[in-house]
């Protein structure tokens, strides 16, 4: 730290990303890709013609993009915002609708972020414990009045909430912000999209870095009423108008063009991460129910630090978290059946 850093960020903890190792080839469960590259459309959509126009700024408003998000999820254009990544709407969201008077609410373990942005913004945080069975429990979010935001399916525990539940935290909470983080909701749990239209506080934020296969190239979105897009705009275009290149305004597009390929990956990683769970509960794992493309899994009298360095030495790196509840736990991302297959083949040994 120099001695030239703001005072502000000063205590400041920042997020830590899994590990992207360029030393050597490991089989890579520790950051929740996708296993398959993009859909062929998107491979063509991005070529030399694109790449020839990079001397000129993209759209800033990404018209022909969320044309194509509004239609794909029966909304308006009005309604889509779109960002480099979703970690920006989330950045955005608390610049947003957060402040010292508007705390925001959420669980003891989710998404590492959501206190980081807490931090950077002086929010006060609300941090509301799972279950002893790393359920969010509901009723500790209804009528909270604060800003709440709630991963469904949650991370790195996998376990999903359904639309009733959803429902009650977003309708008690007239006059405060719902944010639901659906980055996982392609693998099998139920979105709050249907709500949208009877709720002028609720946030839908998804990713195209998971079931999209668009990790690399940097593309969230939010859908909700078009006051609470606007308020988003507004952030957006005090920071970095310009923050969706063109590549990805093109990839984004013909991914949504292709939602048969990406609808089947995500059925194939779904079937491999049942395989995976019975796997695993066979070799004596406690193994959470995921509605996610990974599973959060324990082994009884292992040490998730040592089983997380012994999976590396033998070139399997998966996730583990420093963290009270969950440092015996393991997050390990659900990849094709042949890479989950080496994951057990190391671990038998
Ligand atoms: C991966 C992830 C994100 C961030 O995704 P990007 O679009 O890659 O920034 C947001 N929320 C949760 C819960 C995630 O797991």
């Not at 309604?79 to 979703?86: I, K, L, M, Y």
């Not at 608390?94 to 508007?102: I, K, V």
């Not at 909270?144 to 009650?168: K, Q, Y």
């Not at 002028?200 to 979105?221: D, E, M, Q, V």
């Amino acid at each position: 730290m120099s001695r030239f850093l703001s005072q502000r960020f000063a205590a400041l903890e920042p997020y830590t990303p899994g590990e992207q190792p360029q030393d050597r080839t490991y089989i890579k469960l520790n950051t929740n890709e996708s296993p398959y590259p993009p859909s062929p459309r998107v491979l063509e959509a991005v070529n030399a013609e694109q790449v020839s126009m990079l001397n000129l700024y993209p759209d800033p408003t990404c018209g022909l993009l969320r044309e194509k998000l509004a239609e794909t999820y029966g909304v308006g254009p009005e309604n889509v915002f779109v960002t480099n990544g979703s970690d920006d709407i989330l950045n955005m969201s608390f610049m947003a609708f957060c402040d010292r008077d508007h705390g925001i609410a959420f669980p003891d373990i989710t998404y590492g972020f959501y206190s980081v942005y807490g931090q950077l913004h002086d929010v006060p945080c609300r941090v509301i414990p799972l279950t002893e069975d790393y359920q969010v429990h509901v009723p500790d979010y209804v009528n909270i009045g604060s800003n709440v935001i709630i991963a469904n399916p949650n991370a790195p525990t996998g376990i999903a909430l359904s639309l009733e539940e959803i429902e009650r935290i977003v309708q008690s909470n007239p006059d405060h912000v719902v944010m639901i983080d659906e980055a996982y909701v392609d693998f099998g749990a139920v979105s709050a999209l249907p709500l949208l239209g009877q709720y002028k506080n609720l946030l839908i934020i998804r990713t195209y870095s998971k079931s999209r296969s668009l990790a690399g190239a940097r593309l969230g979105f939010a859908i909700g009423d078009a006051a609470l897009i606007e308020d988003l705009e507004r952030i957006k275009y005090s920071m970095n108008p310009y923050d969706i290149n063109r590549l990805t305004q093109v990839a984004g597009i013909a991914c949504l063009e292709s939602d048969d390929y990406y609808k089947a990956n995500a059925e194939k990683i779904i079937r491999v991460r049942d395989y995976t769970t019975k796997a695993l509960e066979a070799r004596g794992f406690t193994v959470l129910p995921s509605g996610a493309n990974f599973v959060f899994a324990k082994k009884p009298g292992i040490a998730g630090k040592d089983l997380y360095q012994f999976l590396r030495e033998n070139g399997v790196l998966v996730r583990w978290f420093d963290k009270e509840r969950i440092r015996d736990f393991l997050r390990i991302t659900i990849g094709t059946r042949e890479q989950m297959d080496k994951l057990l083949f190391v671990l038998d040994k």
